[in-house]
């Protein structure tokens, strides 16, 4: 329906509308473009620009916080320096309070049951301002400052929130710091520093011109601004916030759309000495508004564009009109069957070229009958060649057969592992899982059960709790091996600091049965390339099943040797063990392996435990193997690479 609706239009109109698509897309397209690069740079440069000023005053904040704080630890060294006395002590910090420009005051102060009572306060008389202004520091500011303090809090140092005082027209910060007890029960140092720098590079900061910038904390208040910020949305200061308490470090950048305030571009960015967070931001109009300009001017040439299109489209299309009235006549003439037709048209344009292909028409017809008895005889010849094809056809689809076979094998292979994980999984967890069970029940129903038996039980309970926390581990450490999502991280392992770990580790489990782990060394400082968890895993999980698989009064020996290669060190673990079968060593480093050989003293083992470390030991280039007869004991060999000081960690 569309397209007979379609076809009815004059070619005319088609080509007004060509023309109009010709114009009016590629503008729109250069437009969004190019308005796209913009907004995109302009908005690179506006985030890199809230990151630098929000980054840069964090940081002088941070420096200029810094410095008081050390004043601060400074003057409180003075008053518990034992060998001053009180008249040089004050003399000090009096000094102090007069040479420091923005140390307003220093008050010392005890705590005496519920009560502060003042034993020194030095202060400035008067703060002078940039254009020379003298203004006296108001009497009751330490009074307003205790009032609102709960010293009891400040067990080291304290930040407080800046305030802004008036009659001085500055930001100030208050920071107490606790006394030594010694010098000082209950005593505090409380000292006022003015922020008046920290407020005027706040407020030239570049981006102060086009947006804002101040800082808040977790009470979502805002300060060190001198402009009134009503209009900021809440999410900003909720979401600085939020940073205060998460205590993440992160500078981020994040936009906000306000109902009424309008949308922002904000930057937040963490102090480090205090727990404030800088926030830079701007409104989105008025960052963006070079991309609105420029959507005013692309819009003016896409309507220029249109206007020009339809005037040339017109004007073209009555030119074309008249050479093609005339090719319609002639191929009347051709489809009568006068090949020989021609018309008049002396250009080599694209009508020219149809002049010339419906001159050619005629000869091409007479062609192509030749050319299709041609193709019946091919057609003939095909038709005797396709019994041939069906066979190759036949021959590619036996051996796609055969591929589709041997992936159903593999399925299968797969589908028995899987049946066997899953036994083994429920098979091993039954058992504790009925031990759980039964034994809470018990404790739980059994309300005369005497306390030593209740102790018994729940020591049951915890332990086979941890055979199924070491199940469940040992399967998650295979899954996560297979899918080499295990990182490792290759550094200088000292082999005695990790024997000397896991001697202490396994103390107790040897004590319980027996057993001498006997420690061997070629050199104190044996130091192998290797990952120090995974060394520490592999070794844990050798030496655990010597202790497992051995009698009680037997001996466990640990070695470390240099092979013939001066740059391989080989780590041996020796039991006196049942050792292992010929049977035995041609599974022992298959997953779910169940061998001939069970513990000795009641122990649990999955069949994971030495197919997940012969895959750990390959992952930081070594070799394991093991050398053992039936009845004569078990020695497994690690193999790592030896450390090197040449070596790139």
């Not at 809230?50 to 410095?67: G, H």
């Not at 057969?401 to 094998?409: P, S």
């Not at 709790?465 to 899918?483: A, P, T, W, Y």
Request: aromatic content about 8%; some cysteine.
């Amino acid at each position: 329906m569309i397209s007979r609706m379609i076809n009815k239009i004059p070619w005319q109109i088609k080509l007004i509308f060509l023309m109009l698509l010709m114009a009016v897309i590629p503008g729109l397209i250069i437009s969004y473009s190019v308005i796209g690069m913009i907004r995109d740079e302009l908005k690179s440069n506006i985030n890199g620009q809230l990151i630098y000023s929000s980054n840069s005053i964090a940081n002088d904040i941070d420096s200029r916080i810094k410095k008081n704080l050390e004043i601060l630890e400074l003057s409180k060294n003075i008053v518990e320096n034992p060998n001053l006395n009180s008249n040089e002590k004050i003399a000090l910090l009096v000094s102090s309070v007069e040479k420091i420009d923005n140390l307003l005051l220093i008050n010392i102060s005890v705590l005496d049951r519920g009560k502060i009572i003042e034993v020194l306060n030095t202060q400035k008389d008067y703060i002078i301002f940039a254009n020379r202004e003298k203004k006296l520091l108001p009497s009751g500011i330490k009074d307003s400052i205790f009032a609102k303090t709960n010293y009891r809090l400040v067990t080291g140092s304290r930040i407080f929130q800046p305030f802004y005082e008036k009659e001085l027209r500055t930001w100030i910060v208050a920071v107490i710091v606790k006394l030594n007890p010694s010098f000082f029960p209950d005593g505090y140092m409380t000292a006022l520093f003015s922020l008046s720098d920290v407020a005027m590079l706040m407020e030239t900061n570049l981006l102060s011109e086009i947006g804002n910038v101040f800082v808040s904390d977790s009470s979502q208040s805002k300060f060190l601004s001198n402009r009134f910020l009503t209009d900021i949305p809440e999410a900003i200061t909720g979401d600085a916030a939020s940073l205060v308490k998460s205590a993440n470090r992160v500078t981020l950048v994040n936009n906000y759309k306000g109902k009424t305030e309008g949308n922002y571009v904000s930057c937040f960015s963490r102090t480090h000495e205090a727990d404030w967070i800088v926030v830079s931001t701007i409104k989105e109009e008025t960052a963006y508004a070079v991309v609105n300009e420029a959507f005013l001017f692309y819009g003016i040439f896409i309507g220029i564009s249109i206007i020009l299109s339809i005037i040339t489209a017109l004007v073209f299309s009555k030119h074309l009109s008249k050479p093609i009235i005339k090719m319609s006549g002639v191929s009347k003439e051709i489809s009568n069957g006068n090949f020989d037709a021609r018309a008049e048209y002396p250009a080599r344009d694209s009508i020219g070229i149809l002049n010339d292909s419906l001159g050619q028409m005629g000869v091409q017809l007479k062609k192509n009958f030749a050319e299709i008895e041609e193709q019946k005889n091919q057609l003939e010849d095909y038709s005797k060649n396709l019994e041939l094809k069906v066979e190759d056809r036949t021959n590619e689809l036996n051996e796609s057969n055969k591929e589709l076979k041997k992936a159903y094998h593999r399925v299968l292979e797969l589908n028995e592992e899987k049946n066997e994980f899953l036994g083994i999984a429920a098979h091993d967890l039954k058992n504790p899982l009925t031990a759980v069970s039964a034994f809470a029940e018990i404790i739980k129903t059994d309300k005369d059960l005497p306390n030593e038996q209740r102790e018994d039980f729940l020591d049951e309970i915890i332990k086979a709790s941890g055979r199924m926390f070491s199940i469940v581990k040992n399967l998650l450490d295979v899954n996560v091996i297979e899918q080499g999502k295990l990182n490792t991280k290759l550094e200088n392992v000292s082999i005695k600091a990790v024997i000397g770990e896991l001697v202490s580790q396994f103390r107790e489990a040897a004590a319980k049965k027996n057993i001498n782990i006997v420690q061997n060394y070629h050199n104190d400082q044996v130091l192998v390339l290797a990952d120090y968890n995974l060394t520490l895993q592999i070794m844990q999980n050798i030496i655990s099943n010597a202790i497992k698989f051995s009698p009680a009064d037997k001996n466990i020996f640990l070695n470390t040797r240099r092979t013939d290669n001066s740059d391989l060190i080989e780590i041996s673990i020796k039991d006196e063990g049942p050792g292992f079968t010929e049977q035995d060593k041609k599974k022992l480093f298959q997953k779910f392996a169940r061998l001939s050989a069970r513990p000795t003293g009641g122990e649990h083992s999955t069949g994971l435990g030495l197919s997940i470390v012969k895959k750990l030991v390959e992952m930081m280039n070594g070799s394991i193997r093991l050398e053992s007869e039936s009845g004569g004991g078990a020695e497994f060999i690690i193999t790592l690479p030896e450390f090197k000081n040449s070596d790139k960690i």
